[in-house]
């Protein structure tokens, strides 16, 4: 029996990891990304809490912590780069036995897709641009390469998602801006603090320093409404939404953006969420940040992980039955992540208080954590 073909269409975090239990249930996978190769070692994720077994059943947890960052604490930072309080990192008890792991997102990405890599085709610099369903399969046409068939499609491509575009309808359709905008970058060198993240807040904006594991991370991450004509893709339009938003900034924010209007290695964008009714459609599934994003805060990559397993095992366990296995999937996925897509505003109230008083309260607090830890 010809073993069923399955696209995956992206080669972040879900996709790699639905290609290697895909294929340890004797399917066949195609994973196509737009990028063009690897990407840089990016923003600092977490493996915790449903992705820890998942790691450890691919075998990796042994790479994750080699690639895993040294941060411990959280430092607040005012205006004159004074301590003002502390709060300890989610995976800074790893000595103590926690078994949660800190790394750059595209260290994790790497890793997945070693993993993967002798089980799965990928088809790098491409990406999907029309799907035609039948009752047998899905007629797919590519940017580049010839047109193919395949049993099933699941799009794996976050946020911006080109198969929940094509098959689900139009992007705004499904994502609700959150009120807040994120922008990272490397820094040149290491971190002065290789154990602290360092934060500094005025209402509404936050600009920190993460040590990663090498080159240093900036981040500026600001309450704001959608900007009009908002483009994800024109990095010249996000330099200059994130100059405007900390003019007049104090600490090291006006050395930060000087370096931000010259780097190449600018990631900016909304922090949304993503709500469907049904994240399948025929032959069509969705997965991660496509299907349900759950902003900034609220432990995307872990979740894309333990979602892609929960996915490869519902279509092994029917096979012969997409619809009844993406019902499946959806099901036992949705409770973890509705969670998160709940109580992702606490998360933002905490590190981006909108008022001065909020910044002090949450300084308060820090500092009683600080004097006591």
Known sequence: MTPPTVLVSGAGVAGPTLAYFLARHGFRPTIVERAGGLRSSGNPVDVRGPALPVAEELGIMPQLRAAATHATTMLVIDAKGRPAGRMPMPSSKSAAGNREVELPRGDLAAILQEAARDDAELLWDDTVTSMRQ???????TFERAAPRRFDLIIGADGLHSAVRRIAFGPERDFVRHMGVW????PLEGPAEY???VLMHNTPG???SIHPSTGRAMAAFIFRGPMVDGFDHRDTAQHKRIVSDAYAGAGWRVPE???QLRATSELYFDSVSQVRLPSWSHGRVALLGDAASCVSLFGDGSSLAMAGAHTLAAALAATP???????AAYEAAHRVHTDAKQRNAGLATAMLIPKTRLGIATRNVAARVLLAHG
Do not use: I, K, Q, Y
Request: no cysteine; proline share 4%; hydrophobic share 45%.
């Open 256 to 258: 930060l953006l000087e």
């Open 205 to 207: 904006r936050l600009v």
């Open 134 to 140: 039948d009752g047998r399969g899905v007629d797919v």
């Open 194 to 196: 290789p154990h602290d």
């Open 320 to 326: 012969a039955d997409h619809s009844s296995a993406f």
């Open 182 to 185: 994120v922008a990272t970058m």
